[in-house]
């Protein structure tokens, strides 16, 4: 029988030692708000409630404590009915689980920082020939909380993180009069501004984020299915250029792929005429995507005035086409350039794609 009391200690202690050796890689900014996430899963803390600031200073200074304790150990091992698995054993460690309606994750999120998790499975469905987990309660998890993400072929949909990530970002966009999440939420008739019953808020995010977070599921499905990332030199240049302008560009041409294939989120969103989803997606794109992708953000535009799909489909279209081209580009310039060092490279990489976007 597995205890799960102690396998979510060990789990947890993975993730802060993760979060110890890699906190800096955020900005401040981007720091607090994972912070901030954070406390309010540890504590329970709906998405719409705000966190005792006293409270929640004393918890960071105590965590700063812990990660320079735990900064230097290595990941431990896992032990869980009986045996012992490296802590990247997902096979290993979710067939001790399989009678217990958990699943266990792990694998590395941006600038390759090792993340994990430990959540309930409340349905598993099939799309596209992937098995898909949609989670619920998590018991261990790290800073860095994605709402959706493959491992080892599978996807994984988490719903807590899915509601905090929603409910962000509609409080920061929501006042900013961008037409996009004006009429993502409209089409939602989901104000939190307005709202004064908490209950209210709380039974409309879930619907919002239940919803929403079968889009982000594309994204994913996207990743999977998408041919290009087949080329294993893809995979070296995220691990080369880590932590640098060049991995989040390279990250950047991959989302744009993912979501503008013939499998990824913008395919399902236009196949099924999701306006809401259309307006939060252009709404949440942001840095070298929205530096690449120019079209959506023209096409929207054409949308809101005709209302006419086939715009955002031709702007699928193309970005898919660009997408490929930079894609083309990063493999060609690392290619000729890596023989010179892992600097020339960047340099090389910057002066091609990244500066001429003006960044």
């Not at 998790?117 to 987990?133: H, N, P, R, T």
Request: glycine content about 8%; hydrophobic content about 40%; aromatic content about 14%.
């Amino acid at each position: 029988m597995v205890d799960l009391v102690d396998l979510r200690i060990q789990v947890q202690t993975n993730c802060q030692i993760s979060d110890a050796r890699h906190w800096g890689m955020y900005s401040i900014c981007g720091l607090i708000l994972r912070f901030r996430s954070f406390y309010r899963w540890l504590e329970g803390i709906k998405p719409w409630e705000e966190p005792d600031m006293e409270q929640i200073m004393s918890w960071i200074d105590d965590s700063e404590r812990l990660w320079r304790a735990v900064e230097t150990e290595d990941f431990h091992d896992i032990n869980v009915g009986g045996k012992s698995f490296s802590p990247f054993d997902l096979k290993g460690i979710n067939r001790e689980l399989g009678d217990t309606c958990y699943v266990y994750g792990a694998g590395y999120a941006g600038g390759l920082k090792p993340t994990f998790f430990l959540a309930e499975v409340v349905d598993i469905q099939k799309i596209s020939d992937i098995d898909v987990y949609y989670l619920g309660k998590e018991l261990a998890r790290d800073l860095d909380a994605y709402p959706a993400m493959s491992q080892d072929g599978k996807i994984y949909a988490r719903r807590e993180p899915m509601g905090h990530f929603l409910y962000d970002k509609i409080v920061e966009l929501g006042n900013t009069g961008k037409m996009s999440i004006k009429d993502a939420l409209e089409t939602y008739n989901f104000n939190p501004f307005k709202f004064k019953d908490e209950s209210e808020i709380g039974h409309k995010l879930n619907e919002i984020s239940w919803a929403e977070l079968e889009i982000y599921v594309y994204h994913e499905i996207g990743e999977v299915k998408e041919p290009f990332f087949k080329d294993n030199r893809w995979h070296g240049i995220i691990q080369v250029f880590s932590n640098t302008r060049v991995e989040k560009l390279a990250r950047a041409i991959g989302d744009i792929m993912a979501d503008t294939n013939d499998f990824g989120m913008l395919n399902h969103i236009i196949r099924y005429q999701k306006r809401a989803s259309l307006g939060f997606y252009v709404a949440f794109i942001d840095g070298f995507r929205k530096l690449m992708f120019p079209e959506i953000l023209e096409a929207y535009q054409k949308f809101m005035e005709t209302g006419d799909w086939k715009v955002i489909e031709e702007a699928r279209i193309k970005g898919h086409e660009k997408a490929e081209e930079y894609g083309g580009r990063i493999l060609d310039i690392y290619d000729s350039a890596i023989s010179k060092g892992r600097d020339f490279a960047v340099m090389e990489i910057t002066r091609e794609l990244i500066t001429p976007l003006g960044v």
